[in-house]
């Protein structure tokens, strides 16, 4: 397998800067910056982390990315994708444990690009993406339920139902003021881009109903409403570069999520490009870009950061306001980063329900509702996939899902395939108009001389179809003296066919029968050759083409 040769958008993307791309990156990088602030804030608090480091990772990873990923346009950051599988790795491993785990799906992220599995990451089933995406859209909503309408709750349980259960006798606990500030954010984000597409709906109901709640709190003394300075201290110095006490014993106990956090990551990022590509014409390198999220995911933790993938919402944002080179990318990591250290002491007055708000809103457009629905339309092996892995999402983990849901995904795929594989027998003649590999000269049907069987395989003969000859030969009651197996369709075959078409040789050898393969393709030739199966049979048993086989069958029944 070839290393991936290290080519960064940005390089390519400034042999023809000029000037007019420069400012129009500078100003979409400017409006990103101010979208992403609310966004990074809130990712930061439902992970389970304090607000700032939620903004340190928007800043070091969004950087990371612009500078060394495969996409002009990617903008990269902490995402609501990564909230549940963040706050479950904290509750049990700590905040050490997800710098580990960060760092280890940094790794694997490296990995994924150098070994060129970009393109193989885009093959999951889009039922499991669909159904992991909605489940954890779901689960946000959840988390969100205590701060938006100011419960009074001492702790909330971490299992879904039982988080459900304790909202609902929680219901009298509702604090009127939380309630409508938190409803009335969510009204402004809607109906924001009605009216502007340039600021967003998170900004101006942030700094709406942080004022609204300042008001309440010193003119009319109302001071039920909590704000990010009743649960956080506030800190706006850049945090020194660590790096945690690692063992094996750790990494080991860690392995799993990390994976999760990885693919989860690849599939985020690539998605986001993806779908960047269809509206600036452009096309990504998946490989590279990959590799952009490892360096990102390495540098992040070491900043007390968390998790970070492509984000599609500012990336979508980013495009809309002129962004078209890594740049602007850049720019909004800069833009964060002033506001960190000028006007972060200001975000101790951001209500806790406003931040709700924002994430029910996100959760929402990750929910994906529709293409849940129209899923629900498709073959029932879909269903079973995408069902199964949304419930698995909200009921476990995100882990769990992930890992079940793929495994279902690949055992129906077998399945299918299996299903496409079918050995038929011909004991008379052979037809050929319908037949590909026959001689041209010869258009007169083949009679298939007695004491000769010909068994034809279509479709990739795998383990999944392993047993079908088996199977035939079981219900066949003549032994023949020559068996010619066609395999002119059979594009690959795998260890477990090449295992039991040894199986089938020395069988048929057992009983005085004569194995002889036609039509076999160079790629399943050259496989077959390597497993030293033409030993078994003689090189001069293997025939291009039927009508040398059936000659050379023929040949064998009168020795006989």
């Not at 998946?286 to 492509?310: C, D, H, R, V």
């Not at 975000?347 to 931040?355: D, Q």
């Not at 038929?424 to 319908?434: A, C, M, T």
């Not at 010619?484 to 040894?502: A, C, E, Q, Y």
Request: charged share 15%.
């Amino acid at each position: 397998m070839k290393v991936l040769a290290f080519k960064p958008k940005l390089i390519s993307t400034l042999k023809d800067y000029n000037k007019k791309t420069f400012m129009s990156d500078v100003m979409a990088g400017v409006i990103v910056g101010i979208v992403a602030l609310p966004l990074a804030i809130a990712f930061g608090i439902a992970s389970g982390v304090t607000p700032e480091k939620g903004i340190i990772t928007a800043i070091v990873a969004g950087f990371i990315i612009s500078m060394a990923g495969g996409s002009k346009v990617q903008i990269g950051g902490p995402t609501g994708a990564f909230i549940v599988i963040i706050y479950g790795i904290i509750q049990q491993y700590g905040i050490q444990g997800l710098t580990i785990a960060t760092l280890m799906a940094g790794v694997f992220l490296l990995l994924f690009g150098l070994l060129r599995l970009g393109t193989i990451i885009k093959f999951i089933p889009y039922p499991i993406i669909v159904g992991f995406t909605s489940g954890i859209a779901v689960t946000i909503f959840t988390t969100q339920i205590k701060d938006l309408f100011g419960l009074s709750m001492t702790e909330v349980p971490s299992d879904f139902i039982e988080k459900w259960i304790a909202y609902f006798q929680s219901l009298d606990t509702i604090d009127a003021w939380s309630a409508i500030i938190g409803v009335v954010s969510i009204i402004i984000i809607a109906i924001t881009p009605r009216f502007s597409k340039k600021i967003p709906g998170s900004l101006i109901a942030i700094i709406l109903m942080t004022l609204f709640a300042l008001i309440l709190k010193n003119v009319f003394g109302i001071a039920s409403v909590e704000t990010i300075g009743d649960r956080f201290a506030i800190n706006s110095e850049l945090p020194d570069a660590q790096l945690p006490e690692i063992t094996w014993e750790t990494v080991k106990a860690l392995v799993s999520p990390a994976f999760t956090i990885a693919i989860l990551g690849a599939i985020e990022s690539l998605l986001s490009a993806t779908v960047a590509d269809g509206v600036i014409g452009d096309h990504h390198d998946s490989n590279t870009e990959l590799i952009g999220q490892g360096l990102a995911n390495l540098a992040t933790p070491i900043f007390g950061g968390i998790p970070a993938t492509g984000a599609i919402a500012r990336t979508m944002t980013n495009i809309n306001n002129g962004g078209r080179t890594p740049v602007a990318g850049i720019v909004h990591a800069v833009v964060l980063l002033l506001i960190f250290m000028f006007l972060m002491p200001l975000a101790k007055y951001i209500p806790m329900t406003c931040l709700a708000g924002v994430l029910v809103v996100v959760s929402y457009g990750m929910c994906g509702w529709r293409s849940f629905v129209m899923l629900l339309k498709n073959p029932k092996s879909d269903i079973t996939v995408l069902v199964i892995t949304f419930l698995l999402t909200i009921i476990f983990d995100l882990t769990i899902a992930i890992e079940v849901g793929l495994v279902i995904a690949c055992l129906l795929f077998m399945r299918r395939m299996a299903e496409t594989t079918d050995v038929k027998v011909v004991l008379d003649e052979i037809d050929p108009y319908e037949d590909t590999d026959l001689k041209h000269e010869n258009n007169e049907h083949l009679i298939i001389p007695k004491g000769v069987e010909v068994y034809e395989i279509n479709g990739p003969y795998f383990f999944g179809a392993g047993n079908r000859f088996e199977e035939i030969m079981a219900n066949m009651g003549d032994r023949p003296k020559v068996r010619i197996i066609r395999m002119r369709k059979v594009p690959f075959v795998d260890s477990t066919g090449i295992h039991n078409l040894s199986n089938l040789c020395l069988m048929s050898q057992k009983e005085g029968i004569q194995i002889v393969l036609s039509g076999v393709n160079p790629k399943v030739h050259k496989v077959l050759e390597h497993a030293g199966f033409y030993d078994m049979i003689g090189e001069e048993n293997i025939c291009s083409h039927i009508n040398i086989a059936l000659a050379k069958a023929k040949e064998i029944v009168e020795k006989q």
